[in-house]
């Protein structure tokens, strides 16, 4: 039997990111080919395993219970659509060096145990607890998965040690400390496995930022007076499907005067003639995700609406010279401007306009960069780590505003941009 079918058996080998940095980082085509290797799928379903099995054991803790989707991806190679996003209708328990359970919705028990071949038939389990609540307690579903989740891990060996839990209904808790389980922070544990890609994620994540590239060439096409704000959004959903996207999360389209503040959304507004406008397209490729601003004008730009740009371009430029392996979170953060110098009262009133956050299976992951968390508590910049750096300065004129956004792999000597679509200087769509 293979190792891929045997998710209990990992090696230190699973542990190899397998890097590549030689010449460019590759944007691969989607489909599977016989004369090029593209992503290796068993590697990377063994190398997420065996990271989070590292990190438990560097952990307090025993055992893993996931309900966060990202999660349960991460540890079982496990999705049945987006749908379940935000239901809490599946979980997932990782102890000591076992296979993982996995609890499905229904019949997709069924269909992983019948397709999911790199996890144990009697793993692959159906369950259900509250659905945020509309299962209500009462019904007894909860106390009767806690029960069986805490006799597990007493199977296991595990019962004196801590259970981490990422995260969870309220009467969930209550029910799995009635089964007498130490209930610690499990997302931490996670979120430590997650922050190092391999090389599989690294290729996923550069051919779901070349979906985008491709996107934000067709809305600079089409920006022009006539069009709206959802216009764009729809036409960009369409398209980042039939690319093959599996989510297309959000797009935050913004111009004119709701540039300044930023709204962080997309109304019906017309586009008119001398706007700035930014978009942000949050989608992903087999689970991997973007999050990439652009900013344009239409058919002409001010001064102010210029140097707003070129301010925002200099500091974003500032933050990826900071990023190589070894450097600090507060040292790139504070090569961003003070909230109080581009109008804002404070730092938390400004929080996400100068940001960097990680990428990966979800859109917030490690490292977060921002000066109201890193300057007090900074992180270790490390090889492998895939994070968006993004900017934001409003412009003069009181209501234009630019914001940028560059999507980075840090490398063993430095950082490669895999965003690509150009922004250099201020781009004018349709220019008059």
């Not at 397709?115 to 009697?122: A, I, N, R, T």
Request: proline content about 5%; aromatic content about 10%; glycine content about 8%.
């Amino acid at each position: 039997m293979s190792r891929a079918l045997m998710p209990n058996l990992l090696t230190p080998q699973d542990l190899e990111p397998n890097w590549r940095w030689e010449g460019r980082l590759p944007a691969w085509g989607h489909t599977s080919v016989d004369f090029e290797r593209r992503i290796d799928h068993d590697r990377l379903r063994r190398y997420r395993l065996a990271r989070t099995r590292q990190a438990l054991q560097a952990s307090e803790a025993g055992t893993l219970l996931l309900f966060d989707v990202n999660n349960i991806r991460y540890v079982s190679a496990t999705k049945i659509g987006e749908w379940e996003r935000d239901k809490m209708c599946r979980f997932c328990l990782l102890t000591g060096d076992d296979a993982p359970y996995v609890w499905d919705f229904g019949s997709a028990a069924m269909h992983h145990k019948k397709f999911s071949d790199w996890l144990v038939p009697d793993h692959c389990r159906a369950g259900v607890v509250g659905m945020r609540g509309t299962i209500p307690p009462e019904f007894g579903l909860m106390r009767k998965y806690a029960r069986e989740i805490a006799g597990l891990i007493r199977d296991a060996g595990m019962g004196d040690m801590p259970v981490g839990l990422d995260y969870a209904e309220t009467s969930m808790f209550h029910a799995l400390k009635e089964e007498g389980l130490n209930v610690v922070d499990g997302q931490q544990i996670m979120l430590a496995a997650r922050e190092i890609k391999n090389w599989d994620e690294i290729q996923l994540l550069t051919q779901a930022a070349s979906m985008v590239d491709g996107v934000y060439h067709m809305i600079y096409e089409e920006l022009k007076p006539g069009v709206r704000e959802n216009d764009i959004v729809a036409l960009s959903n369409k398209m980042l499907y039939e690319m093959g996207s599996d989510d297309v999360e959000a797009i935050n389209a913004i111009s004119g005067e709701r540039c300044n503040p930023h709204p962080h959304n997309f109304t019906d507004r017309y586009f008119r003639p001398g706007d700035q406008a930014f978009f942000d397209i949050l989608q992903s490729y087999q689970g991997y995700r973007t999050c990439y601003y652009r900013t344009f004008n239409i058919g002409r730009a001010t001064p102010a609406q210029h140097d707003a740009y070129v301010k925002a371009r200099e500091w974003i430029d500032a933050s990826i010279e900071m990023i190589r392996p070894g450097v600090t979170t507060d040292k790139v953060a504070a090569v961003w401007p003070k909230a109080e110098e581009f109008g804002f009262p404070d730092e938390d009133s400004a929080f996400g306009l100068q940001f960097g956050h990680g990428l990966g299976l979800a859109l917030h992951e490690r490292p977060i960069i921002s000066r109201a968390v890193s300057l007090d508590h900074p992180m270790e910049i490390q090889t492998g780590m895939v994070f968006a750096l993004e900017t934001y300065c409003p412009a003069a004129d009181g209501y234009s505003a630019a914001r940028i956004e560059e999507e980075v792999v840090v490398t063993e000597t430095g950082v490669e941009v895999i965003s690509l679509f150009p922004a250099e200087d201020l781009p004018i769509a349709n220019r008059y």
